[in-house]
């Protein structure tokens, strides 16, 4: 089976743009998680959606907003780029239960410039 | 603030010998617990979650929670150079289904 794929791999912006991530989940999961990674540090909480329903959302400004489509792929949109925006943008898909533990994409790096 | 702990290391080891990785979090009704293994540049992958006191054996790994004294530890026997890599504590602490991350610990095994 194929596991969770992210698109692109490796995106470069400038600053002031609009930026929009892809995620596909592991057939059969219905919740996908985002995160954001910098260097140094463990992966910091964007949003969940299950169900096509926003479940959670971190401590990130309203420039950063995401979706879930029937399919149970999301989007997850970052407008008016900032520099400290670059960083690895993790997708993880789950089962969707309290516990269900997140399987990671490979990620799409993020440069701003 | 609900935290998650993780010694940044480098944690530096002999191959063959046993890896100890450590983990403390605050929040005392947490109930889910995972460690993730992670290579630069690459993404977490999962190595193993626990959810009850006591130990947890996969292989040559090893997860053991003690709920009361708020810790999650991960054992990895027979460390193999291809063990080097960043290890991820992650803590769902309430019911609103968030995972809460250490900042990791960075492993080494020395041929």
């Known amino acids: 089976d194929a596991g969770v794929t992210q698109s692109p791999t490796h995106l470069i912006k400038t600053r002031g743009q609009h930026v929009t991530l892809r995620c596909s989940p592991i057939s059969g999961h219905k919740s996908v998680s985002w995160y954001q990674q910098v260097l140094g540090q463990g992966p910091q909480f964007i949003f969940q959606?299950?169900?096509?329903?926003?479940?959670g959302r971190g401590n990130f400004p309203d420039r950063f907003s995401a979706r879930q489509f029937p399919n149970y792929s999301s989007e997850l949109n970052v407008n008016a780029l900032l520099l400290g925006d670059s960083a690895l943008y993790l997708c993880?898909?789950?089962?969707?239960?309290?516990?269900?533990?997140?399987?990671f994409g490979n990620g799409t790096r993020l440069t701003v410039t | 603030q609900k935290e998650v702990e993780q010694n940044s290391g480098p944690l530096s080891v002999p191959e063959g010998a046993i890896a100890s990785l450590n983990c403390t979090y605050s929040?005392?009704?947490?109930?889910?617990f995972f460690w993730y293994r992670q290579y630069s540049g690459k993404s977490p992958e999962l190595i193993m979650s626990?959810?009850s006191n006591g130990d947890k054996e996969d292989g040559r790994f090893t997860a053991q929670l003690n709920k009361a004294s708020q810790y999650v530890s991960l054992l990895i026997r027979d460390s193999q150079p291809s063990d080097s890599a960043t290890y991820l504590c992650a803590v769902i602490m309430d019911s609103n289904y968030q995972l809460i991350w250490g900042a990791g610990t960075k492993l080494i095994i020395k041929p």
């Open positions: 993880a898909s789950s089962l969707g239960g309290v516990g269900s533990p997140l399987h």
């Open positions: 929040d005392r009704v947490s109930q889910s």
């Open positions: 626990i959810y």
């Open positions: 959606y299950y169900e096509k329903e926003e479940r």
